[in-house]
């Protein structure tokens, strides 16, 4: 049986609404064009042998907004980070700072903060799972006030712009860090973010208020961005490196 057609991979580039457009194009033995978004962020086509590449060319433009926005999506996903570890001694991270883990016995589980260390409290010994459930909790439960500082931080960059306040809401997120709704004006932020330092959080808050302006991620959002926080960078990268 003859194998495939399948030439070598052609690396193109466009422009597009003033970003440019990278692509790694290769002809197969199919009747369609496809195009794939990976997590780094690299765009991979599959045409239909037999076609031309201005004419690929032209169907990535028409996918442009699509391809971008599954840039972005990944752009924003928390990167891989430590994994973090439930036993005694273990580090563990509140507002930037790191606190040594606990476990002290208690008729009712609690979680509190002491000096440098963060205890648990428990009727029993728990089992990683059910610290982790229980931690979490206690994040969600500091979350609301420290979202409420971090916007009235936040909120006065955004003066010129008339804007009605956001509303903000504890959410929990596995693969994001905050979300925006434009339309509604609300702001969906993850308890997890309360282990960063406030900057960290600062810049998550900045970017979705950002959306109330820019509703995408082009090239005009991220100029918003860059002016109201020069050096977001510095937190998205500190921040993506917590333990996950």
Not at 110 to 121: K, Q, T, W
Request: proline share 8%; with cysteine; net charge positive.
């Amino acid at each position: 049986m003859p194998r495939p057609f399948a030439a070598a991979p052609y690396h193109e580039s466009l422009s597009y609404n003033n970003q440019l457009l990278s692509y790694t194009l290769v002809f197969r033995s199919r009747r369609t064009i496809g195009f794939a978004v990976k997590p780094d962020g690299s765009v991979h086509v599959s045409a239909p042998a037999g076609t031309s590449r201005e004419w690929v060319a032209q169907q990535v433009l028409k996918k442009a907004d699509w391809i971008l926005k599954h840039q972005a999506s990944f752009a924003n996903r928390p990167a891989p980070a430590p994994s973090r570890r439930y036993e005694a001694g273990s580090l563990h991270y509140y507002q930037g700072r790191p606190y040594r883990l606990r476990f002290t016995e208690a008729r009712r589980p609690a979680v509190a903060l002491v000096g440098d260390e963060l205890i648990v409290s428990a009727a029993a010994p728990l089992e990683p799972a059910q610290t982790s459930a229980l931690l979490h909790r206690w994040y969600a439960h500091q979350a609301g006030p420290q979202f409420a500082e971090s916007l009235a931080r936040v909120w006065p960059r955004f003066a010129a712009f008339n804007l009605v306040r956001p509303t903000l809401f504890v959410r929990n997120m596995r693969t994001r860090w905050g979300s925006c709704t434009p339309r509604t004006g609300r702001i969906r932020l993850s308890p997890e973010l309360i282990r960063a330092r406030p900057e960290c959080l600062d810049y998550v808050l900045l970017h979705e208020c950002c959306h109330l302006v820019v509703g995408d991620h082009s090239k005009a959002f991220y100029d918003l961005q860059t002016q109201l926080m020069p050096d977001w960078e510095r937190w998205k990268a500190e921040l993506n490196a917590l333990p996950k």
